[in-house]
C-alpha cells in the first residue's frame, strides 16, 4: 500500500493563480482531511470529509474548495491564491467507526505564493 | 474555543534521559489522545494514542492521561539524538456526525549527544 499521496511536492504560484492540490488515499478510509501548517504552528483543518460526495468545512475554509467523488481521492483548490496561503499543505485520512481512529498523512505539498 | 496547549520548547534532554512532554487541552468530553511525530521538513507520524485514564507503554514510550485535571503527556525514556523531533499533541472533537482533531501547536524536543 501507498498509504497517503499528494502531488505536487513544492509549487511557486503567482498572486492572482489558480492551482489544484492532488490527495491519493489507498486504504479505503471513509474520511480525508486536507491541513496547513504555518512554520512554528500546529495543523489547522481547512475541509474535512466524511465519505464520498459529502465535504464540510474545517477551521480555516476561505480561499479553497474540495470535491471528493471517490472514496479514494480528495483535491483541494486554491482559488485567487494570495501570499497569506504559503504554508505547508497536508492530505490525511482515516478510518471512522472502527477501532482506532488515527490520522495518517501525506508528505505534504509546500506552497509558495508571490 | 476548544484548544490544546502545549508548550513549544524547545525541550533539551541529554542522551540517554527521560523526556516528559505535556498537553493540556479544554474540551471535557474529549474521548481520544494522539501523539504524533514531525521530524523537519517531513509530515506528523504516529506515536502513540491514549482512550483511557493512566498509563499506556509501547517500547520507550509511555503515555499517561489525567481526564480530570485534563491533561496528557509523554514520556520517551532512554532518549535517543533520533527523537529529536516536535512532538504534536492531538485531541478528538466529535460533533453530531463529524470527527476532527484538535491540534497543539508542538513541542520542539532536542536530545544531546
Known amino acids: 500500500n501507498a498509504g497517503v499521496t499528494q502531488t505536487p511536492k513544492f509549487r511557486i504560484l503567482k498572486i492572482g493563480q489558480s492551482m489544484t492540490l492532488q490527495c491519493t488515499q489507498d486504504?479505503?478510509?471513509?474520511?480525508m482531511y486536507w491541513y496547513r501548517q504555518d512554520p512554528g504552528m500546529g495543523l489547522k483543518l481547512i475541509y474535512y470529509?466524511?465519505?464520498?460526495?459529502?465535504?464540510d468545512k474545517g477551521e480555516v475554509p476561505n480561499g479553497y474548495n474540495v470535491s471528493r467523488s471517490t472514496t479514494e481521492d480528495f483535491p483541494l483548490r486554491l482559488e485567487l491564491a494570495a501570499p497569506s496561503q504559503t504554508s505547508v499543505y497536508f492530505c490525511?485520512?482515516?478510518?471512522?467507526?472502527?477501532?482506532?481512529?488515527?490520522?495518517?498523512f501525506g508528505p505534504g505539498t509546500r506552497l509558495l505564493v508571490l | 474555543q476548544k484548544e490544546v496547549e502545549q508548550n513549544s520548547g524547545p525541550l533539551s534532554v541529554p542522551e540517554g534521559a527521560i523526556a516528559s512532554l505535556n498537553c493540556t487541552y479544554s474540551?471535557?468530553?474529549?474521548?481520544?489522545f494522539f501523539w504524533y511525530r514531525q521530524y523537519s521538513g517531513k509530515s506528523p507520524e504516529l506515536i502513540m494514542f491514549?482512550?483511557s485514564n493512566g498509563d499506556k507503554e509501547d517500547g520507550r514510550f509511555t503515555a499517561q492521561l489525567n481526564k480530570a485535571s485534563q491533561y496528557v503527556s509523554l514520556l520517551i525514556r532512554d532518549s535517543q539524538p533520533s527523537d529529536s523531533a516536535t512532538y504534536l499533541c492531538?485531541?478528538?472533537?466529535?460533533?453530531?456526525?463529524?470527527?476532527?482533531?484538535?491540534w497543539g501547536a508542538g513541542t520542539k524536543l532536542i536530545i544531546k549527544p
Open positions: 490525511a485520512s482515516s478510518y471512522v467507526g472502527g477501532a482506532q481512529e488515527t490520522q495518517y
Open positions: 486504504m479505503n478510509h471513509n474520511y
Open positions: 470529509s466524511v465519505g464520498a460526495g459529502i465535504t
Open positions: 474540551d471535557r468530553g474529549s474521548q481520544s
Open positions: 491514549i482512550y
Open positions: 492531538a485531541v478528538n472533537m466529535r460533533g453530531d456526525s463529524n470527527y476532527q482533531l484538535i
